[in-house]
């Protein structure tokens, strides 16, 4: 653990002072370049200019090269302290506008003292000077000269405010070893290559509507098939853990929301409210199916041996992003959830708790996701009554709730403070796809406050009333992200039990064409999904058509193997082809699917 801090740590060190080292090379390449800020960001840093001419592409180079220069130099890093009027005299005596503007709005903050760092030559000359706070590395010998590549350019407003000046920003990445930084730009490529959205509609998956609206998904028929074979698999897997399925509409009132907290902690988020003529009141689209699903427990009187009580249900939830951070699937407004609201008593949580971890571990392994990680969200005492409910008692009584059942349940997990729901902590996964990036998939969430809020009650076994404590989860995520997050994984090439179409029969010539319907009939009895690709193409077309939509298997059928009443398999992610009989191919493949297997077993 330690030793992730410290190489963090000299991480952060070396991408810091990189970004000081762009500054310097764009500005002695450039004089009379403005600088604004540069801060490191998770795969190197990136640096903010007002350029007199703008730059292009071809100065990238150029610029790299510079850098290199400044980092064979062994150039070191000295921090001075000023007082701001002397900061401010000397930035404007170089003409730096944004520094001045940076260190006087310090001032106003009461920070009347500020530190800049002096880049120090081989011969101990001054090289360059920035503001910054500290932070570096000894020598910019310790960049790795190989490890750095410059990525883009892009347009930047000073201080995001588009009134102001656009400024140029320079993207840098940058890594321990070259090794590491090659392994980076393979996984852009990758991811590239798998993007979700270029698959989507390449495989014709879903689409998105102008006069729908954006980030409205429509699921086509393809698509479908793999979301509802995803809500079987919910289905099945929660029935078997003893949830109870419900359906509720997608609107409520306004005076839920009131009484649930939502308007007062989540009301950005939610779409502006309805007004319905001759009804008192607004409505709104909902946000999160909880309230509904606390309606139905609280229509009835509860008792202690009634719990747990697990409502499980896909719910459509729309939620009002901002329309700049809209991304494919990844970050949409309306999202079917793999939900469920789990009403538990003290006693029970843990044990509830540790079955919701269990379900996303047998989960990953369908989905062969490797390598995950699990972070519990605490609350900030400071945000109480803000951000959070203002209950600082039982914030800090359900964390270690928390704490203690990822304890029991022997699942590693790491804490990030100020990131939970506003009724309670909550654990989210970040998993890594097979190219190596990384996705927010699932959630599974305590909730101390909204069921009292609510007046949900139970009887216990000493006649008392009680208030349950209430378990959010949803370790399938949305349809619309996790589909997004398995595009990517699998490269749209899914397992059979995904695939939308699992099967294609060609014909080799017109004379098959009668087995080859007979084949296709017995396939689709048993369930299977075909497709049939005639023989008015080439064969060899055909194939490549039927790979190009990314079919797992395509069944030739020609004089041999309409004799033999039998089958040549191309297993498509293999590429192998193999000869079996019809009877084998069709036992396998149902087992396979049954069992939802990753690889398919022929060829
Ligand atoms: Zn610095
Ligand atoms: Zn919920």
């Not at 609510?454 to 009680?466: A, F, M, P």
């Not at 995904?498 to 060609?506: D, E, G, K, R, T």
């Not at 194939?543 to 398999?569: Q, T, W």
Request: glycine residues 6%; charged residues 30%; negative net charge.
């Amino acid at each position: 653990m330690e030793k992730q801090e410290s190489d963090h740590d000299g991480l952060h060190a070396m991408r810091h002072s990189l970004a000081h080292v762009l500054a310097q090379a764009v500005t002695k390449l450039r004089p009379g370049t403005k600088v604004a800020l540069g801060p490191p960001i998770d795969y190197g840093c990136y640096y903010d200019f007002l350029f007199a001419e703008p730059l292009s592409e071809e100065d990238l180079p150029t610029i790299e090269k510079e850098m290199r220069k400044i980092i064979h130099q062994g150039q070191t890093f000295r921090v001075d302290t000023l007082s701001s009027d002397e900061a401010v005299a000397f930035w404007e005596a170089r003409k730096e506008p944004f520094k001045v503007e940076m260190i006087q709005d310090l001032a106003k903050q009461g920070v009347h003292e500020v530190t800049h760092v002096v880049n120090l030559g081989p011969k101990g000359d001054e090289t360059f000077v920035d503001l910054c706070r500290g932070g570096h590395v000894e020598s910019t010998k310790a960049i790795p000269v190989d490890g750095f590549k410059i990525m883009s350019l892009a347009g930047a407003y000073w201080r995001g405010d588009e009134k102001r000046e656009q400024l140029t920003r320079i993207y840098v990445a940058a890594f321990p070893s070259e090794k590491e930084l090659q392994d980076y730009l393979t996984m852009l490529e990758e991811a590239k290559r798998r993007d979700h959205r270029k698959l989507g509609k390449e495989l014709d998956l879903f689409m998105f509507s102008e006069d729908v609206g954006p980030g409205l998904p429509l699921w086509t028929p393809r698509g479908t098939v793999i979301a509802d074979a995803i809500e079987n698999l919910a289905r099945e897997t929660e029935a078997a853990a003893g949830y109870l399925r419900v359906r509720t509409p997608h609107i409520a009132k306004g005076r839920l929301y009131e009484k649930t907290g939502h308007l007062q902690h989540y009301k950005q988020s939610m779409f502006p409210p309805m007004k319905l003529a001759g009804e008192e009141g607004e409505y709104y689209l909902k946000p999160m199916n909880c309230p509904h699903h606390h309606q139905i427990f609280a229509s009835q009187q509860r008792s202690y041996r009634d719990l747990p009580l697990r409502y499980a249900e896909y719910g459509h939830c729309y939620r009002y992003e901002d329309s700049g951070a809209l991304f494919g699937l990844m970050r949409v407004r309306s999202l079917s959830m793999n939900d469920a609201h789990m009403y538990v008593t003290e006693e029970q949580f843990e044990e509830e708790f540790i079955g919701v971890l269990k379900m996303y571990l047998y989960y990953f392994e369908l989905f062969d996701i490797k390598k995950y990680v699990m972070r519990l969200s605490l609350h900030d005492p400071k945000e109480l009554g803000k951000k959070y409910v203002d209950n600082a008692a039982l914030w800090l009584k359900t964390e270690e709730m928390v704490r203690s059942a990822m304890k029991h349940a022997k699942i590693a997990y790491t804490e990030v403070p100020n990131e939970a729901a506003f009724y309670g902590p909550k654990i989210d996964v970040e998993v890594w796809s097979a190219i190596g990036r990384e996705f927010t998939l699932a959630t599974n969430q305590v909730d101390f406050d909204v069921p009292a809020k609510l007046g949900l009650k139970y009887i216990d076994r000493d006649g008392s009333e009680k208030v349950p404590i209430c378990i959010h989860r949803a370790p399938l995520s949305t349809h619309e992200r996790l589909v997004g997050f398995l595009i990517e994984q699998f490269a749209g090439l899914f397992p059979l039990w995904l695939a939308p179409v699992q099967a294609a029969i060609l014909p080799v010539a017109d004379v098959h064409e009668t087995a080859a319907r007979a084949v296709e009939a017995e396939l689709k009895t048993l369930g299977i999904r075909t497709s049939y690709l005639d023989s008015t193409d080439t064969l060899g077309k055909r194939i490549r058509e039927g790979e190009r939509l990314k079919i797992p298997y395509l069944l030739v059928i020609g004089d041999r193997e309409v004799e033999s009443k039998s089958l040549a398999v191309r297993n498509v992610s293999t590429k192998k082809q193999v000869t079996v009989s019809i009877e084998e191919f069709m036992e396998k493949t149902v087992a396979d699917i049954r069992a939802r297997k990753l690889m398919p077993s022929i060829g």
